[in-house]
């Protein structure tokens, strides 16, 4: 990384083309890769083509941008690619930006932000090296607010974490007498289980095996197993039961015997997990909502009543509303809000600690306001 000197000679077409892939970077879904948009801009300064990445093992804004102009049968020598975040060097899932940048005759690249990820870095430094002008840190804190939670899950060496809920309208995970599939529409469970495919590991606690027993695997519309299966993973001091539906054939069910989330968060890590969904239950999403361990939070809102039964949550810890957990919307994967069949799906992100919400002004409001 810090492979750039920032420049501030940028132009009013350079900075308009960032904001269109700062814009296109929130198409893509969040978790073990950042977003990122990237936009081409002709040598008269027209916006050409525009990319995004759409997910792990997908390809890269850069890529996906350059191969838009193949398609069209486009040169793009003496092209400029804006792109915010460092293009990568590294052959992981993909090929290397740097390459494709180089092959395609691109000859300027600007970008937001360094890359910090240790095997992607040294992107400007190829590209310098093979002729391409390079400049940096234009629009670069949009950049850094955009991945906020990815950067700081990068910095401390932890997946990123989604936290799932399935629940009714008054917060309930499960009813009564412990029954539970399903509180989600079928859209729900589907969506739940396109992010299954894409992430790396899932995880529960004990008490979720026992008395759902779930397989937790990623599955197709028609019920049939997805090619791509994430690590499932049983967080707890007990043991998982020998029979179990959990433990599959495949080798991928995983005991993290702790009640730490941090201690599961750092196992899952060691085991190669960038991104980890946390689907329940209560007491584990308690704890890591509390250990504020979670960057992103899907809420799959069923139109029902329970009345009673298991709360999604069992304590924060919070005993003051000046303490509450402060929750903002979440733009990128489709927005904030979407229809799944009845269901709401709520997507957020934790707020960012310098956020100008009055709720979170030091003065209270005056009683009965
Ligand atoms: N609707 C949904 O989205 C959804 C999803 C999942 C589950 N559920 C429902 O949630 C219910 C289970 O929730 P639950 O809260 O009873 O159990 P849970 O959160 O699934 O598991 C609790 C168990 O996990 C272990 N554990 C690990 N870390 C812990 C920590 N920091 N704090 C407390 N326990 C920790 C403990 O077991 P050890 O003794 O082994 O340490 C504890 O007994 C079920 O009814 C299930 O149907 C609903």
Redesign the pocket.
Known sequence: MASATPATDFTDGEAAAMDVALAAALQGPRGANPLVGATILSPEGTSLFTGHHRGAGTPHAEADAIAQAQEAGADLSGCTMLVTLEPCNHVGRTGPCTEAIIDAGITSVVYAVDDPHDPAAGGARTLRAAGVQVRSGLAAEKALELNRRWFAAVAALRPFVTL????TLDSR??AED?T?QW?SSPESLADNHAIRRRIDAIL?????VM??NPRLSAREPDGTPSSAQPVRAV????GIPANAAIRGDDGLAHHLP????KEALAALYEAGTRHVMV???????S?FLTAGLVDELIVYLAPTLLGSG?SAL?GLGIGTLADAQRWEWDAADGGSVRSLGADLRLHLQPQHPLSSDPRNAAEPAQKGS
């Open positions: 799932h809920i399935a629940q995970i499960a412990g539970s509180i529960v606690g004990t008490e979720t008395v759902d967080m707890g001091l007990r702790t009640r730490e989330p689907e329940g239950g209560s007491r584990i999403l704890a298991t069992n």
